[in-house]
């Protein structure tokens, strides 16, 4: 399995991108997918989850009412919509897939848990 994510660059504060996850090697609807960043010099942190069907759907605080996750299984991308971009968004975004047959909700934050990574896509929102 392989995921690709494209989307990412430079923008001003308050501008939107659309970040894209292609996977490759197995449906997409047999994952729970994520998003994660991870800013220069630090730790690399959850961003949002989608469920396989895309009932439903996590972020982390910070994002909420920003950032809005969504899949289309058909094409098998993840897709992470960001909008109202600030400073504090610049990271390199990753996309992350979870096989677990079941989702534990507490533990979605959680990087070691995730089956299959994309490479990272670069995100720099200047001020």
């Known amino acids: 399995v392989q995921l690709q994510a494209s989307g990412g660059g430079l923008v001003q504060a308050g501008d939107s991108l659309r970040l894209s996850c292609v996977v490759s090697?197995?449906?997409?609807?047999?994952?729970?997918m994520a998003w994660f960043r991870q800013a220069p010099g630090k730790e690399r942190e959850f961003v949002a989850l989608?469920?396989?069907?895309?009932?439903?759907?996590y972020y982390t605080n910070s994002v909420k009412g920003r950032f809005t996750i969504s899949r289309d299984n058909a094409k098998n991308t993840v897709y992470l919509q960001m909008n109202s971009l600030k400073s504090e968004d610049t990271a390199v975004y990753y996309c992350?897939?979870?096989?677990?047959?079941?989702?534990?909700?507490?533990?979605?934050?959680?990087?070691?848990?995730?089956?299959?990574w994309g490479q990272g896509t670069l995100v720099t929102v200047s001020s």
């Open positions: 992350a897939a979870d096989g677990a047959p079941y989702l534990i909700r507490s533990s979605i934050a959680r990087d070691d848990l995730y089956d299959y």
């Open positions: 090697g197995r449906s997409l609807s047999a994952y729970y």
């Open positions: 989608i469920r396989r069907g895309g009932d439903d759907t």
